[in-house]
Structure formats: C-alpha cells, structure tokens
C-alpha cells in the first residue's frame, strides 16, 4: 500500500514571498489533516478535511494560509506571504474516517525555511 | 481544550535497561491515547493506542485515569529503539482532533 505522498520535501523562500505545498493521500482515506510542526515541538493540527469539506481549521492562520480539497482527494496548503515563525515541517496525513480506531498515517513532511 | 505534556526532551539510557518515557495529559472528557514514533530520518508512525491494551516492540503503556497518565514502558531497551517519541491524545466530539506532546528523544546506548 502507498503512503501518504508529499511535495516539494524541501522549499528555502524568502519572507513575504508565497509557497505552495501538495498532498496525496492513501487511496480510499477520506480524513486528510495538515499539521505543523516547528522544531522542538511537537505537530500542531492546522485543518481537517473529510472528503472536501472542512472539519476543523480554527488554527489555520487564515490571514495567510489556506487549504483546499477541490475534489476529496489531492489537497494544497498554501501560505502568502510567508513570515519567519513559518519555518516548520508540514505533515500532511490521513485515515480512513474520523472515528475511533482508525490509523492515522503521516507523510514525509515537507521542510520550509523562510529566510 | 486538551493539553499533553511530555516532562523529558531527552532521555538516555543504556541497552538492556528498563525505559519509561512519561506522558501526562488534561481533557475533560474521555480521551483515546496514543504513542508515536518517528526514527531516524523515517515518518511519523503509530507505535500503540490505549485502547487496543497491546505491546508493540516490547514496549506497554497503561492509561491512569486518576493520574491522567500514559508513560510509555519497555523492560528491556534495545539501540533500535532509539528514535523520537510523542505522546498524543484524541479528543471526542465531531472533530476529534489529535493534540500531540512535545516528544522525547529517547537514546539507547551500547
């Protein structure tokens, strides 16, 4: 079975500039989550997608990132403009529902330092 | 809100002994527990959840209500365990979010 797949796996910008990261998930999971994980801590959830709908986004700093899940199942995070507290690793992850019992798997992480 | 707390950022100890990595957490209501493990240079991955009462690799952890405890045990460490731990609890609700610790970075050595 494929993993959750992730893209670009590292990205150095500028600040202020924009940077877009993709994800695909285990085929058939409907949950992808986007977390964040700053180095020393632990991953924090920034949104929740059940098929393409929005389960929970309220850390999501919507004055600069977004998501989208256009079809339920590839989605995109995006932050414009970057600052330099974004620097993190961007889990992208899924399961196959939201319910107990259910595995969630995690991708390789996208790296970004915002210089 | 939910909080987990994971009191050691590092951890060492030698091959053969026991480990115990600690996991405290605060949730009102009944909460699932979870230890990962991310090992060098792999991804994040589940190692055990509280309600499947089960030792992967050797290793337990009990969930304590009354202490709102989840330490994370193995009697006998092994280099191979070597790799960053966290503790993560889901809440109930329509969410169910996973809130993570910080993670331990636990050593073995020879």
């Known amino acids: 079975e494929a993993g959750v797949a992730q893209s670009p796996r590292y990205k150095i910008i500028e600040k202020r500039q924009s940077v877009a990261f993709w994800c695909n998930p285990i085929?058939?999971?409907?949950?992808l989550y986007w977390y964040q994980q700053i180095l020393g801590q632990g991953p924090k959830l920034l949104i929740q997608?059940?098929?393409?709908?929005?389960?929970?986004d309220s850390q999501l700093p919507k004055d600069r990132f977004s998501a989208e899940r256009l079809k339920g199942v590839d989605s995109t995070l995006k932050i414009q403009p970057a600052k330099l507290e974004d620097s993190a690793v961007y889990l992208c992850?899924?399961?196959?529902?939201?319910?107990?019992?259910?595995?969630?798997?995690f991708g390789e992480g996208s790296w970004l330092t915002v210089v | 809100a939910q909080r987990v707390t994971q009191p050691e950022k590092l951890l060492s100890v030698f091959k053969g002994a026991p480990v115990e990595l600690k996991c405290n957490y605060s949730?009102?209501?009944?909460?699932?527990l979870f230890w990962y493990v991310q090992y060098s240079r792999q991804r994040l991955q589940l190692l055990l959840r509280h309600i499947s009462r089960e030792s992967i690799k050797g290793f337990t952890a009990d969930l304590n209500k009354g202490e709102t405890s989840f330490h994370l045990k193995k009697p006998f460490a092994q280099e191979e365990d070597s790799a960053m731990y966290y503790c993560?609890?889901?809440?109930?609700?329509?969410?169910?979010?996973?809130?993570f610790g910080s993670g331990t970075q636990l050593t073995v050595l020879p």
């Open positions: 993560a609890l889901r809440a109930s609700g329509s969410a169910r979010q996973l809130t």
């Open positions: 997608f059940q098929n393409n709908g929005v389960v929970d």
């Open positions: 992850a899924s399961s196959l529902l939201r319910s107990s019992g259910n595995t969630i798997y």
């Open positions: 949730y009102s209501g009944s909460p699932e």
């Open positions: 085929s058939g999971h409907a949950t």
